[in-house]
């Protein structure tokens, strides 16, 4: 009975996180693969970051890994932070392969908006864009349940873009080489997957 109070609160909090199952050991890799990059160092980042004169160099890598590398630890840090808030929020609407058609449809809408829309832009690193796309999805799945949450990271969500495309990177983002249409770009591809694979009616 001593040891079944606790073991019982632990399974509590591991599914309150979403961690319970194998899903914790899925959220651990994901956050290694965003922070092991940062062990290249400047090489690595150079090497695989979006960068447009290596695109036209046919080095097509770039449009994956600068999802994935960083300005700095600092950096890589904030987004994994920000992957585990949207994990404890999100992780439960969507099935495994849902959340990987959302996360490819953003990355490929930043790969594609920075080309065509954002032609100035040389060189782009890093998994904001992408968690917004997270967040879209996440978001969109809370509006369909009519979730009061859902309405409230609504009104964040575009009330934060507005002041990105007018103003630039909100004062707290900590540098000022932020590409924000990146934001823009991911979750409109976010958004887009997940009105095309549909959410689940409850969370499982």
Not at 124 to 129: A, F, H, K, T
Request: hydrophobic fraction near 50%; include cysteine; proline fraction near 3%.
């Amino acid at each position: 009975m001593g040891v079944y109070g606790p073991v019982k609160r632990m399974r509590a909090l591991s599914e309150s996180l979403n961690c319970d199952g194998g899903r914790g050991l899925v959220l651990l890799a994901l956050v290694a693969l965003v922070l092991l990059p940062c062990l290249g160092g400047e090489p690595a980042r150079l090497t695989l970051r979006y960068d447009r004169a290596g695109l036209e160099a046919h080095q097509w890598w770039r449009l994956a890994t600068a999802h994935l590398v960083h300005l700095g630890v600092r950096h890589a840090l904030v987004n994994a932070l920000g992957l585990v808030l949207l994990w404890v929020l999100f992780a439960r609407d969507y099935g495994a392969r849902q959340w990987l058609a959302i996360v490819a449809a953003s990355a490929l809408a930043i790969d594609a908006g920075l080309w065509f829309l954002s032609s100035t832009v040389t060189w782009y690193v890093g998994s904001s864009g992408v968690l917004h796309g997270i967040l879209g999805a996440g978001t969109l799945a809370q509006l369909r349940r009519r979730e009061a949450t859902g309405y409230l990271l609504a009104v964040i969500l575009i009330g934060k873009l507005l002041y990105e495309q007018r103003i630039g990177p909100l004062p707290f983002s900590g540098s000022p080489d932020v590409v924000v249409d990146a934001h823009l770009y991911g979750l409109a591809g976010g958004v887009a997957a997940a009105l095309a694979v549909g959410a689940r009616r409850q969370p499982l």
